[in-house]
């Protein structure tokens, strides 16, 4: 069995046992593929797009002897039946079109979604505030020396506010290195971004918004 990467070990973590779980955006399908293996879950499906990535899901779950995967080519989630999706992993893609996938769920209201954005994590965050799902878990992951959050959210109907500093680093906190990593690399962001607003000669709402996220975040770093 291919080892996962340590990204896609968190993300297996936080599937609940017993749920019919569905990766969308399998790629390589790695994932489905150590979900299926450990005969914990009630079913297991891997859904892409693009049907090359689908058909090398495909290879690489016959090279594994992996039986049990249904594979289906759709836009997110659009062709998968509700009760194959209690639990839904989208991971490895852009904050914004995490945010449609779900948007365009014909049952949004009901999984439970593990999310991993590789950019745009701000975008997600707020799209999940203004859309009722509450964030209850988040981690950082490091891999190929970069550093993504892994969230964890439901929808619960309530909508809520998200200040510059929790739109950057969520409801992360430093209580792990990855998870100060990912906390500091936010600080280190917005610190460049002020300096460079300041030497345009620019002081505006948006850089006294910057000003205090940072503020904000280094106050958290400090405990």
Do not use: W
Not at 47 to 57: F, G, H, S, Y
Not at 146 to 162: A, H, P, Q, R, T
Request: hydrophobic share 35%; glycine share 8%.
């Amino acid at each position: 069995m291919q080892t996962l990467s340590e990204r896609l070990k968190i993300i297996a973590s936080f599937v609940p046992k017993g749920t019919a779980v569905t990766d969308v955006g399998t790629d390589h399908g790695y994932l489905p593929a150590a979900l299926c293996l450990s005969g914990d879950y009630k079913s297991v499906t891997a859904t892409d797009v693009r049907e090359k990535p689908l058909q090398n899901a495909k290879k690489n779950l016959e090279k594994l002897g992996v039986k049990g995967v249904d594979l289906i080519l759709c836009n997110g989630l659009m062709d998968v039946p509700e009760k194959k999706a209690e639990t839904v992993i989208i991971a490895g893609m852009g904050g914004d079109v995490i945010s449609g996938i779900i948007d365009r769920c014909p049952y949004k209201t009901k999984p439970l979604f593990i999310l991993q954005p590789m950019t745009a994590a701000g975008v997600l965050r707020e799209y999940l505030a203004k859309n009722g799902f509450r964030v209850f878990e988040e981690t950082a992951v490091c891999e190929n020396n970069k550093i993504y959050s892994v969230m964890v959210c439901k929808f619960d109907g309530e909508n809520y506010e998200l200040t510059p500093c929790r739109k950057r680093i969520g409801i992360l906190k430093p209580t792990n290195e990855n998870n100060t990593a990912y906390i500091k690399k936010q600080s280190q962001i917005l610190e460049k971004c002020v300096s460079q607003m300041e030497n345009a000669g620019k002081s505006d709402d948006i850089s006294d918004e910057l000003k205090s996220a940072k503020t904000e975040i280094d106050k958290i770093l400090e405990g």
